[in-house]
């Protein structure tokens, strides 16, 4: 398995990826949100997990300066792997290159955030080393 960051020409394999974790869209739209990510903010990254010639998961990296923690905070802001690759380590793999990425650049603290539909993600997580560390409320704006 290679974990390497995503190339314009992965961009159709995410489609599927995307849809698994529920926030299906278009290939065209996709470019543009990337597009408009890297262009707002270019420290961000976008992993593929590789195995074999198939693109089999994905994360998403930010990392958000903020004044009341001593570093910024680093969060994978989606991850999914496909269905029929659960299990083959290509989650566990992109999480640990999250951590090393945000380790290198003095980030001392990770964050991901699940929707509570995906208890087998929180499993996962919890599985990680992560905990449970509060509730995130949202809200949609017109």
């Known amino acids: ?3 390497r960051d995503a190339r314009d020409a992965d961009t159709p394999a995410l489609l599927p990826l995307l849809d698994a ?6 290939e065209a739209t996709l470019r543009a949100r990337l597009a408009a990510m890297f262009a707002t903010d270019p420290s961000s990254r976008v992993l593929v997990a590789i ?3 198939s693109v089999v998961g994905f994360a998403c990296l930010h990392e958000t300066p903020v004044p009341h923690r001593p570093t910024a905070v680093g969060r994978i802001t989606a991850i999914a792997v496909a269905p029929g690759q659960r299990g083959s380590g290509a989650g566990r793999a992109l999480v640990q290159a999250a951590e ?4 290198a650049r ?15 993600a929180h499993s996962f997580y919890r599985h990680l080393g992560f ?8 809200k949609a704006l017109p």
């Open 51 to 53: 195995i074999g010639s």
């Open 1 to 3: 398995m290679v974990v």
């Open 100 to 103: 090393a990425h945000f380790v």
């Open 106 to 120: 003095g980030v001392a603290r990770l964050e991901v955030t699940s929707g509570d539909h995906h208890a087998a």
């Open 21 to 26: 974790l529920g926030y299906p869209t278009d």
């Open 131 to 138: 905990t449970n560390q509060g509730v995130r409320f949202a």
